[in-house]
T-cell receptor, first 114, second 117 residues
Framework: DAGVTQSPTHLIKTRGQQVTLRCSPK?????VSWYQQALGQGPQFIFQYYEEEERQRGNFPDRFSGHQFPNYSSELNVNALLLGDSALYLC?????????????FGPGTRLLVL | AQKITQTQPGMFVQEKEAVTLDCTYDTSDQSYGLFWYKQPSSGEMIFLIY??????QNATEGRYSLNFQKARKSANLVISASQLGDSAMYFC??????????????FGAGTRLAVHP
């Protein structure tokens, strides 16, 4: 039973560039959430996708956008990269969106913006 | 506003001893869930244990137990018989309902645990 997978594992970009991160959910899961974890901090919620729609969004600018595909996989896009976007980006999957439903995380993508 | 507070930036424990990691939370909701995750240096967040706000008994998962004190709004993680592999960052998190949906997890700042032989 494959867990949550993310690609790439590491990425280096320069300011102003655009980046796409990818996530495949755990088998049987249909909901994908994205989090940003800056160095030394806890993860911050970016947004969540369910049935190919963005369900809820955290306090992130419109430069952060996403997509969910019919097979439940998801992409996170960040435009006009800033130095402050350097972080670990974590994808989490879950089944539906019920109280108590556990989110399982992938290994993350480490993004460095120079 | 919902908030998770972890007041211990770092903790250390001797191998085979028990350790308690503190977590307090703030919410006006009656229905919510509390989670603990472990994050090794590799970065992946590993789910450890879950406690629902209406659960009357403290959750347990193997060597992990959650000391849930609802009136004090605390959800401390107890690790029994610590192992060297327990050395990692530990995050307490809370989930919904927030603004009508259960959607997001709110995390604390984390506690770094070091297990000494």
């Amino acid at each position: 039973d494959a867990g949550v997978t993310q690609s790439p594992t590491h990425l280096i970009k320069t300011r102003g560039q655009q980046v796409t991160l990818r996530c495949s959910p755990k088998s049987g899961h249909d909901t994908v959430s994205w989090y940003q974890q800056a160095l030394g901090q806890g993860p911050q919620f970016i947004f969540q996708y369910y049935e190919e729609e963005e369900r809820q969004r955290g306090n992130f600018p419109d430069r952060f956008s996403g997509h969910q595909f019919p097979n439940y996989s998801s992409e996170l896009n960040v435009n006009a990269l800033l130095l402050g976007d350097s972080a670990l980006y974590l994808c989490a999957s879950s089944f539906r969106d019920t109280q108590g439903e556990t989110q399982y995380f992938g290994p993350g993508t480490r993004l460095l913006v120079l | 506003a919902q908030k998770i507070t972890q007041t211990q930036p770092g903790m250390f424990v001797q191998e085979k001893e028990a350790v308690t990691l503190d977590c307090t939370y703030d919410t006006s909701d009656q229905s919510y869930g509390l989670f603990w995750y472990k994050q090794p240096s590799s970065g992946e967040m590993i789910f450890l244990i879950y406690q629902g706000s209406y659960d009357e008994q403290n959750a347990t998962e193997g060597r992990y137990s959650l000391n849930f004190q609802k009136a004090r709004k605390s959800a401390n993680l107890v690790i029994s018989a610590s192992q060297l592999g327990d050395s990692a960052m530990y995050f307490c998190a809370m989930r919904g309902p927030f603004r009508g949906g259960y959607n997001k997890l709110i995390f604390g700042a984390g506690t770094r645990l070091a297990v000494h032989p």
